[in-house]
Protein backbone atom coordinates (compact mmCIF):
# COMPACT_ATOMS: atom_id res chain seq x y z
CA UNK A 1 0.00 0.00 0.00
CA UNK A 2 1.17 3.13 -0.95
CA UNK A 3 2.35 5.98 1.31
CA UNK A 4 2.54 9.83 1.44
CA UNK A 5 4.54 10.69 4.80
CA UNK A 6 5.16 14.70 5.21
CA UNK A 7 7.98 16.03 7.59
CA UNK A 8 9.58 19.87 8.08
CA UNK A 9 6.66 21.17 10.11
CA UNK A 10 6.89 23.29 13.06
CA UNK A 11 6.97 26.78 14.51
CA UNK A 12 8.89 29.55 13.00
CA UNK A 13 9.15 33.17 13.28
CA UNK A 14 7.85 35.80 10.62
CA UNK A 15 10.04 35.85 8.16
CA UNK A 16 11.49 32.70 8.76
CA UNK A 17 11.90 29.45 6.87
CA UNK A 18 10.78 25.81 6.58
CA UNK A 19 11.31 22.77 4.12
CA UNK A 20 8.86 20.15 4.27
CA UNK A 21 9.46 16.98 2.40
CA UNK A 22 7.24 14.00 0.75
CA UNK A 23 8.19 11.00 1.02
CA UNK A 24 6.78 7.87 -0.72
CA UNK A 25 6.30 4.58 1.02
CA UNK A 26 5.82 1.70 -1.16
CA UNK A 27 5.21 1.78 -5.43
CA UNK A 28 3.48 4.65 -6.97
CA UNK A 29 3.33 4.53 -10.89
CA UNK A 30 2.06 7.05 -13.60
CA UNK A 31 2.70 10.35 -11.37
CA UNK A 32 0.60 13.10 -12.83
CA UNK A 33 1.35 15.46 -10.46
CA UNK A 34 2.73 16.49 -7.12
CA UNK A 35 1.75 18.59 -4.71
CA UNK A 36 1.04 20.10 -1.42
CA UNK A 37 -2.83 21.68 -0.33
CA UNK A 38 -2.92 23.49 3.49
CA UNK A 39 -5.55 23.77 5.80
CA UNK A 40 -5.86 26.54 8.49
CA UNK A 41 -8.03 26.52 11.34
CA UNK A 42 -11.65 26.86 10.68
CA UNK A 43 -11.04 27.24 6.74
CA UNK A 44 -11.23 24.97 3.95
CA UNK A 45 -8.07 23.25 2.42
CA UNK A 46 -6.68 25.32 -0.35
CA UNK A 47 -3.95 24.65 -2.88
CA UNK A 48 -0.63 25.79 -2.60
CA UNK A 49 2.13 24.52 -4.98
CA UNK A 50 2.30 21.79 -7.91
CA UNK A 51 4.62 20.21 -10.10
CA UNK A 52 3.72 18.09 -12.65
CA UNK A 53 5.64 14.96 -13.56
CA UNK A 54 7.86 16.53 -16.40
CA UNK A 55 8.66 19.14 -13.73
CA UNK A 56 6.20 22.35 -14.61
CA UNK A 57 4.94 23.78 -11.52
CA UNK A 58 2.54 26.33 -10.47
CA UNK A 59 1.78 28.27 -7.52
CA UNK A 60 -1.23 30.13 -5.47
CA UNK A 61 -0.95 33.75 -5.74
CA UNK A 62 -0.24 33.57 -2.24
CA UNK A 63 2.70 32.02 -2.42
CA UNK A 64 4.52 32.39 -5.29
CA UNK A 65 8.08 33.94 -5.13
CA UNK A 66 8.23 32.73 -2.02
CA UNK A 67 8.03 29.05 -2.00
CA UNK A 68 9.47 26.74 -4.40
CA UNK A 69 8.12 23.18 -4.67
CA UNK A 70 11.01 20.29 -6.38
CA UNK A 71 11.02 16.97 -6.89
CA UNK A 72 13.49 14.22 -6.96
CA UNK A 73 14.35 11.31 -8.48
CA UNK A 74 12.79 8.72 -6.26
CA UNK A 75 9.67 10.44 -6.58
CA UNK A 76 9.25 12.61 -3.48
CA UNK A 77 8.90 15.90 -3.38
CA UNK A 78 9.97 19.28 -1.27
CA UNK A 79 8.19 22.47 -0.59
CA UNK A 80 10.73 24.94 0.63
CA UNK A 81 8.60 28.02 2.38
CA UNK A 82 10.55 31.42 3.29
CA UNK A 83 9.73 34.44 3.94
CA UNK A 84 6.83 32.63 5.84
CA UNK A 85 3.71 35.39 7.35
CA UNK A 86 1.55 34.09 10.42
CA UNK A 87 -1.30 33.59 7.43
CA UNK A 88 0.90 30.58 6.12
CA UNK A 89 -0.27 28.74 9.37
CA UNK A 90 -2.06 25.55 8.90
CA UNK A 91 -1.84 21.62 8.44
CA UNK A 92 -0.10 21.09 5.27
CA UNK A 93 -0.74 18.02 3.03
CA UNK A 94 1.11 16.15 0.19
CA UNK A 95 -0.62 15.28 -2.83
CA UNK A 96 -0.28 13.13 -5.59
CA UNK A 97 -1.92 12.50 -8.43
CA UNK A 98 -1.43 9.53 -10.72
CA UNK A 99 -3.28 8.20 -13.92
CA UNK A 100 -5.81 6.35 -11.23
CA UNK A 101 -6.34 7.89 -8.31
CA UNK A 102 -4.76 10.68 -5.97
CA UNK A 103 -3.33 10.31 -2.40
CA UNK A 104 -3.11 12.53 -0.04
CA UNK A 105 -0.30 12.33 2.92
CA UNK A 106 -1.76 12.65 6.81
CA UNK A 107 -0.50 16.46 6.82
CA UNK A 108 2.43 18.52 8.92
CA UNK A 109 1.83 21.49 10.87
CA UNK A 110 3.44 24.94 10.16
CA UNK A 111 3.06 27.71 12.75
CA UNK A 112 4.61 31.20 12.06
CA UNK A 113 4.15 33.24 15.06
CA UNK A 114 6.45 35.25 16.89
Known amino acids: QVQLVESGGGLVQPGGSLRLSCVVS????????MGWFRQAPGKQREFVAQ??????SNYADSVRGRFTISKDSAKNTVLQMNSLKPEDKGVYYC?????????WGQGTQVTVSS
Open 95 to 103: NYRTSANEL
Open 26 to 33: GTIRNIRA
Open 51 to 56: ISSVGV
